[in-house]
């Protein structure tokens, strides 16, 4: 069993930084690829950003030059990192984890972090 704590959300005005985290405890060999995805108001979730298990990084066309993931393996930790926020980035923000245990692979998620940007 894997468990992923969040951190790192809040409010900020347009243009401001967050940093988010997500550290991952419990019961694993190792972590494979991380995804970071939003879910602003509304139906519609969105993958972010992902980063594979040998550094391979994705974003999404709206937040590329402005976000950038990584992962510290040592710590089991991925970030991403939030630059010229806009209010449309305003959203709850999950990581999402697939990770490697004696009895296989598995997915987990983040309970989620708040995020807010205002005009």
């Known amino acids: 069993q894997v468990q992923l704590v969040e951190s790192g959300g809040g409010v900020v005005q347009t243009g401001g930084s967050l940093r988010l985290s997500c550290a991952a405890s419990g019961s694993f060999v190792g972590i494979n690829a991380v995804r970071w995805y939003r879910h602003p108001p509304g139906p519609q979730r969105e993958e972010v950003a992902s980063?594979?298990?040998?550094?391979?990084?994705w974003y999404t066309d709206s937040v590329k030059g402005r976000f950038t993931i990584s992962r510290d393996n040592a710590k089991d930790t991925v970030y991403l990192e939030m630059n010229s926020l806009k209010p449309e980035d305003t959203a709850v923000y999950y990581c999402n984890v697939v990770a490697r245990s004696r009895s296989g692979v598995q997915n987990y998620w983040g309970q989620g972090t708040q995020v807010t940007v205002s005009s």
């Open positions: 980063i594979s298990v040998l550094g391979t990084t």
